[in-house]
């Protein structure tokens, strides 16, 4: 009888990628893959560690499959195993704990799946985590956008900040390997593919290059696809890489740049590189240069030290800034970061509080910047799923445009004339394709 393995991430889209490579993984070596709510012999829990809700999961989920079935084995790794294996050795249940380095070695190091007690613990040092582990993140079924990890780890010491510790220094897979995957993505029928790290601007510095350099490379590669740059420190975002965006149409017309907080104040406490007068002169730039650019951005909230006072200066800031949607995350203390060492923590109600306004910020931000594209024509790359017979998909600006469903449709770029915003999606009429499929408008 065939093994089956259920897998599951949480966090970034980088540790997404890296659940998929671990499962081609099992898949290579004969298991079969199960959806993570099924009865399996082996689970796979790929962590993160930015939250304390990410560990508290974590210990859920363990509780929970063992439900499911008594006698799986459970497999932890992620950042949460990097920075706490013992932790999670205590979990019962758990019986192998792997570290950011040993994730991708799974099975040279497990030589059979059977319940063990104690757990075992394979983690390196965090200067020891110097090699690259190759991943990317795909759906068979689905062949239309594909996550490629192009770098790792990073440099900086933000305060708030365990991913250094967890993923340690920045390294970059080499350019000839990121064109060689690049190109198999492009073969295997993905239409778009999201570069993706824990730095992505920070890429290629070991091997005398950039990021910049490594898209002129990518943009030239002949295919039907778009490139998305999944985030990048607005340090990094040069005007090289802006000008490119704009110019090159297989560049997507989006960019997610973290800031953080937009009192100066408290990004000089977080020990980031940048002041808010950076900040707003980028987006400025970005958005003169590409006007109908889609900008997300991050930002904490409830940072010790950060007063009423700097929260609405945050608030304000990002009020009055072109930007199109948040990711707005509650600050949670996390052991072996300076910012636990900092006076004056903000209460936790106040935390969600605050966390809560700049929410409903975000959905202002994103109706007005989908307004805006009312009467425009926006390509939009449909994926498969039917969402209540509607079929869905994400401009090259990042707006969510949605269609009566329409099988043609799927991973095809077509031209749409956007109308009206129906259920916090733009909607409207096909236009034309980018190919020659006969596409008719339902």
Known sequence: MIQRVALHTLGCKLNFSETSTIGNEFLKNGFGIVDFKEKADVYVLNTCTVTQNAEKECRQLVRKVLKQNPEAYIIVTGCYAQLRPEEIANIKGVDVILGSNEKFNLFSLINNFQKRNPACIFVSPTDKLNDFGPA???????????????????????????????????????????????????????????????????YGKS??????????????????????ISSIEPNLLTDEIIQLTSENEKMCKHFHIPLQSGSSKILKLMKRRYKTDDYSELIYKCKNKIPDLGIGVDVIV?????????????????????????????????PDTKAIEIENPVDIYERRKRNNMLRILSEKKRYKFYKEMIGKDLDVLFETENFNDKIKGFSSNYVRVSLDYNPNLVNQVVTISIDDIIDNCCSGTIKGTKNSIELIAS
Not at 178 to 183: A, E, L, R, S, T
Not at 210 to 228: F, S, W
């Open 136 to 202: 990317h993140s795909t759906d068979a079924d689905n062949r239309t956008r594909a996550y490629l990890k192009i770098q790792d780890g990073c440099d900086y010491k933000c305060s708030f900040c365990t991913i250094p510790l967890a993923r340690g220094l920045s390294r970059s897979m080499n350019p000839d390997e990121v064109i060689y995957q690049f190109k198999n993505l492009i073969d295997e029928g993905y239409r778009e593919i999201i570069l993706t790290g824990v730095n992505v601007g920070d």
């Open 302 to 334: 409830g940072f010790p030290g950060e007063t009423e006072e700097d929260f609405l200066q945050t608030y304000n800031f990002l009020n009055e800034l072109p930007v199109s949607y948040l990711h707005v995350f509650t600050y949670s203390e996390r």
């Open 207 to 228: 091997y005398s290059t950039n990021l910049y350099k490594l898209l002129l490379k990518l943009v030239g590669i002949e295919g039907d696809y778009r490139i998305r």
